[in-house]
């Protein structure tokens, strides 16, 4: 992923498409950004039977222009330490830990696996888009 970001020239980084599609730089900073907010869940879940978790939407919860002010090199760091942290956590789960449930008001199902699917696929989601901004002709928006 972060050699994908690196590839996206520099003067490109955070040019948006349209004002209101996310630029590589806030698509890569995104994948960093979330990485706390599933540590936590995941402990809610493990610590507590059936909790209820609460739904978080960039566009709903933080300004508009929000990960543009980030530092890209400080989130990739980040996202590399933290990304390692969180596959040894996942790796040291039982069969059973992976099956524990909470309530989510979007989903009629969400356990620790859904979770970290569901976290896998935004990845991917981000990683297109950020491949898009890179490959958009020098002269397009």
Known sequence: MIDLV???PSDRLKRRPIPSKWSAHEHACRLA???????SRLDLMLREPGPVIRPYNPVDDDAEDA??????AEAMRRYRCERAEM????GALTPAQWEC???HPEYNAYSIFIMFRHLALHDLYHAYRIEERLLERSGDP
């Open 87 to 90: 596959v040894a956590r996942l």
């Open 67 to 72: 990960l543009l002010a980030v530092d890209l």
């Open 101 to 103: 449930s909470a309530s």
């Open 6 to 8: 690196n590839d996206v």
């Open 33 to 39: 950004a979330v990485q706390p907010l599933f540590m």
